[in-house]
C-alpha cells in the first residue's frame, strides 16, 4: 500500500514562474516531512523538511506547506530555474519509526 | 568526499550468483538505512543498522537478503543467488542519530541480473 503519492507524474514550468509540487498522504501517524530532489544516476538530495507542529517552512527559493487536516503537503519553488528540473520525492516519518516512506516521485521540466 | 559513499556504482551479475554492495556512512554518522528503488517508484525502506546491530529488517525479503554494519569497515547488503526481480537500485543512507531527520545518500549501487 502506498501511503505517500504523488499523483503527478510530471510537470512543466517556465523559466522564473512557481513550481508547485504536491504529495498527499494517508497514515495520520506521520508527523515529519521532507522533500528530495534527484538527479539521474545520482542519490537523492535532501531538500527541506517540516514537523507537523508548523504549516510552513521556507528556506531560500524553497518553501513546504503542510496541511494536516487534508493530508497533504507541497512544495513551492520561486523562481523556478532550469537547474531544478529533476525528479522531486516526497517523504514521510513517524518519530520512533526508522524509515522514511517515499513517494512515486515527480518529473519537474523547467522550461528556460 | 566527505557524503555517503557506495561501491561499486554498477554491478552485473548472473542469476544465481552473489552480489555484495557496499556503503561507507558519513564521516560522524552511525546509522545507516538501505532503501531499494525499482524503476519507475519510489525507494522503499529494507533494512536499519547501527554499529554491530541490526536494529530493523522488516522491509527486507525474509530469504537471500543480509544486511551487516560491522565495528570496522562499511556496510554490506548481501543477495544471495540473485534471480531476474532483484534488478534494481540500491540505495544507502546515513544519520548522525535516530530519530526524525533527514537522511542523507548516497549515489547508489545499480544491480542489473542477466
Known amino acids: 500500500d502506498q501511503q505517500v503519492k504523488q499523483n503527478s507524474p510530471s510537470l512543466s514550468v517556465q523559466e522564473g514562474r512557481i513550481s508547485i509540487l504536491n504529495c498527499d498522504y494517508t497514515n495520520s501517524m506521520f508527523d515529519y516531512f521532507l522533500w528530495y530532489k534527484k538527479y539521474p544516476a545520482e542519490g537523492p538530495t535532501f531538500l527541506i523538511s517540516i514537523s507537523s507542529i508548523k504549516d510552513k517552512n521556507e528556506d531560500g527559493r524553497f518553501t513546504v506547506f503542510l496541511n494536516k487536516s487534508a493530508k497533504h503537503l507541497s512544495l513551492h519553488i520561486e523562481p523556478s530555474q532550469p537547474g531544478d528540473s529533476a525528479v522531486y520525492f516526497c517523504?514521510?516519518?513517524?518519530?520512533?519509526?526508522?524509515?522514511?516512506?517515499f513517494g512515486t516521485g515527480t518529473r519537474l521540466t523547467v522550461i528556460p | 568526499n566527505a557524503g555517503v559513499m557506495q561501491n561499486p556504482r554498477h554491478l552485473v551479475r548472473r542469476r544465481g550468483q552473489e552480489a555484495r554492495l557496499r556503503c561507507s556512512p558519513m564521516?560522524?554518522?552511525?546509522?545507516v538505512y538501505w532503501y531499494r528503488q525499482l524503476p519507475e517508484e519510489g525507494l522503499k525502506f529494507m533494512v536499519y543498522l547501527q554499529k554491530e546491530n541490526i536494529i530493523d529488517e522488516s522491509g527486507m525479503p525474509k530469504e537471500r537478503f543480509s544486511a551487516e554494519f560491522p565495528k570496522e569497515g562499511p556496510s554490506i547488503l548481501r543477495i544471495q543467488q540473485v534471480v531476474r526481480g532483484d534488478s534494481a537500485a540500491y540505495f544507502c543512507?546515513?544519520?548522525?542519530?535516530?530519530?526524525?531527520?533527514?537522511?542523507?545518500f548516497g549515489d547508489g549501487t545499480r544491480l542489473s541480473i542477466l
Open positions: 564521516k560522524g554518522h552511525s546509522h
Open positions: 517523504a514521510a516519518s513517524v518519530t520512533g519509526a526508522n524509515n522514511l516512506f
Open positions: 543512507a546515513s544519520s548522525p542519530r535516530q530519530g526524525p531527520q533527514p537522511q542523507h
